[in-house]
């Protein structure tokens, strides 16, 4: 069994920074790539940022220059710093893993989610 355990939401001014963290754990795994997802009120989840075993990124239009995501292997954290902060990233931020687990299987894993306000 895996699991995502997420951190570092909050409430924050907007031009304010926060750093997300999200530790996968559990049964034998590598990780082929982790990723954060946001879903603002009333909206569809989209992808904020994403990082491959490779070390390779890809980053919505909206948070390029502003977000960085990167990853500790060793501890199988991905964390994503989010500077330059604006009130429309206030969302639902999820942390997304895609792990080719000990079977030989690959399977999603999502966290639970943890809120980011910025206030105006």
């Known amino acids: 069994q895996v699991q995502l355990l997420e951190s570092g939401g909050g409430l924050v001014q907007a031009g304010g920074s926060l750093r997300l963290s999200c530790q996968a754990s559990?049964?034998?795994?590598?990780?082929?790539?982790m990723a954060w997802y946001r879903q603002p009120p009333g909206n569809q989840r989209e992808l904020v940022a994403k990082?491959?075993?490779?070390?390779?990124?890809d980053y919505a239009d909206s948070v390029k220059g502003r977000f960085t995501i990167s990853i500790d292997n060793a501890k199988n954290t991905v964390y994503l710093q989010m500077n330059s902060l604006k009130p429309e990233d206030t969302a639902v931020y999820y942390c997304?893993?895609?792990?080719?687990?000990?079977?030989?299987?690959?399977?999603?894993?999502w966290g639970q989610g943890t809120q980011v306000t910025v206030s105006s």
């Open positions: 997304f893993a895609n792990l080719l687990r000990a079977d030989a299987v690959t399977r999603n894993y």
């Open positions: 559990g049964s034998a795994f590598e990780i082929n790539s």
């Open positions: 990082i491959r075993r490779t070390g390779s990124t």
